[in-house]
């Protein structure tokens, strides 16, 4: 994983969830093009803050992870989306799910939260594979001890370190149960991650009594990363 | 549903290049079942040849889109009413 920070100038502005399309123009003109989402808060103004995690056959990824340098240019085009994002007016209390990288649209939301000092509480149940992979980890960490109403829940599905007291065992209907909001307090689901991840989170939701438009889904491709 | 099927917000950007609104909004009914879905939510697969999105309740293609140089071309027999919104 790498976060890139950006200079955009002329940048609009945008909201939490959202993502840019970066693309990449070879010598030749073949073009490649993915999506990222935007990791910073609208109110980090013209400074875009991407995370990307770098896949091994990726056209794009190893590229913007270890070859780009400070001062290279890139053509973005954005901010895309306004389904997947999260604004104060929309209200809660969050239930953000996160498998792997999918963290990152969710990150924006954590900080935009905080960047406006929304009391609405917010609980992350974020899944990685092992306790490296975790992403963000002191930042989450800081901001739930210091009674910001952020609960933060990891599960690790592949190896757990000695002493770990979270969950270890991929998201199901008995986790979600554990940890979702009881659906009386109104709650807002966002989910982001991998395609099979995203569908069996939503889905146990909906036994809980989430409404389906409650629940606002992203998937990404095949990263694995949950 | 395999680990290639994204969602609508993968098609938000070429759509962008396309139509001068936010269309993961928009709403699309299917000329097919008649559901109505807003674009963000629909299945998505995106190649190299293309990017096909398909009605998360029946499966219909609902739009495709191809893009070479110079010119789009939309494929929309399976969708009945794109409903777009101007403002958000």
Not at chain 1, 33 to 45: K, L, Q
Not at chain 1, 113 to 122: D, F, L, N, Q, W
Not at chain 2, 23 to 48: D, P, W
């Amino acid at each position: 994983m790498a976060s890139l920070i950006l200079d955009v100038p002329g940048w609009t502005g945008h909201l939490a969830g959202q993502h840019v399309d970066v693309r990449l123009t070879a010598d030749d003109g073949y073009q490649a093009e993915r999506s990222y989402s935007i990791a910073s808060p609208p109110e980090d103004g013209q400074q875009l803050i991407l995370t990307i995690e770098r896949l091994d056959d990726g056209e794009v990824s190893p590229y913007l992870t270890e070859e780009l340098r400070v001062g290279d240019k890139l053509e973005l085009r954005g901010p895309i989306g306004g389904y997947f994002v999260w604004e104060e007016r929309l209200g809660g209390p969050l239930l953000l799910i996160a498998g792997g990288s999918g963290i990152v649209p969710l990150m924006a939301m954590i900080r935009h939260r905080r960047a406006v000092g929304s009391p609405i509480p917010a609980r992350l149940l974020a899944s990685f594979r092992t306790y490296e992979d975790i992403i963000y980890r002191d930042e989450l960490e800081r901001e739930a001890e210091a009674g910001m109403a952020l609960e933060v829940i990891h599960t690790l599905t592949r190896t757990q370190p000695p002493g770990w007291t979270g969950y270890s065992r991929r998201i199901d209907a008995e986790l979600l149960r554990e940890v979702a909001w009881p659906v009386e307090q109104h709650p807002l689901a966002y989910i982001c991650g991998p395609t099979p991840f995203v569908e069996t989170a939503a889905a146990a939701l909906l036994p809980l009594g989430y409404e389906p438009t409650r629940i606002k889904t992203e998937r990404f491709g095949p990263t694995g990363g949950s | 549903m395999d680990d290639t099927t994204l969602d609508g917000n993968a098609a938000g950007g070429i759509l962008r290049e396309i139509f001068p609104f936010e269309m993961t909004l928009a709403e699309g009914t299917c000329a097919h079942c008649g559901s109505t879905r807003v674009v963000g939510e629909l299945t998505v697969y995106k190649s190299a040849m293309g990017t096909v999105m398909r009605c998360p309740t029946c499966d219909n293609v609902l739009m495709r889109i191809v893009s070479t140089k110079g010119r789009y071309w939309l494929d929309m027999q399976g969708v009945r009413v794109l409903h777009i919104k101007t403002e958000p």
